[in-house]
């Protein structure tokens, strides 16, 4: 099976893989315990199936996490960011919050685990330098196509074939 039937959605393919890395708030460094990185790791994990994408690898240090997740191409990775820190931090907050409250002290409605910023950059299936080159030679390329079967490609669910 193509590479591409694995990454089919409803109305197109694609991938839309991404690192992000976010901190706590102030850089304190919560997860020093251990129980507290763990249920992090829980949650955002449980983020990720809640929100439907996956986390391929995860990471949460001391003071800060990194997340490799696979998102589905309707959603943007700033929402996906938001959705896992918002979690997290929630959920955290309810089950720790005794342990928590020694880092932030606040009233339930004002206090943040994490700090405002993210890292976020794309991770693809090829380089950048072959994406150029399919780029810079997509006539050939399509023209290949067109003279071998179908001027459309298969995964886009088109059936007609213009020789016939």
């Not at 763990?38 to 449980?46: A, Q, R």
Request: aromatic share 14%; glycine share 4%; net charge positive.
């Amino acid at each position: 099976m193509s590479i591409y039937h694995d990454h089919a959605y409803k109305h197109g393919v694609g991938w839309s893989t991404w690192h992000f890395e976010w901190v706590t708030k102030y850089r304190y460094k919560v997860f020093r315990v251990e129980q507290l990185q763990k249920l992090c790791v829980i949650f955002l994990h449980e983020a990720a199936r809640r929100y439907r994408f996956s986390i391929e690898e995860l990471e949460v240090a001391d003071e800060h996490v990194h997340v490799i997740a696979h998102l589905r191409p309707s959603m943007s990775p700033a929402q996906a960011v938001r959705l896992m820190k918002g979690y997290s931090s929630h959920m955290l907050f309810k089950v720790e919050e005794q342990r928590l409250k020694s880092f932030y002290w606040q009233k339930a409605k004002k206090r943040s685990l994490w700090g405002d910023g993210k890292f976020m950059a794309s991770v693809g299936h090829i380089t950048l330098e072959k994406a150029k080159e399919y780029v810079k030679n997509h006539k050939a390329h399509d023209a290949n196509l067109f003279f071998i079967r179908n001027p459309h490609h298969s995964w886009l669910g088109r059936r007609s074939n213009p020789s016939a």
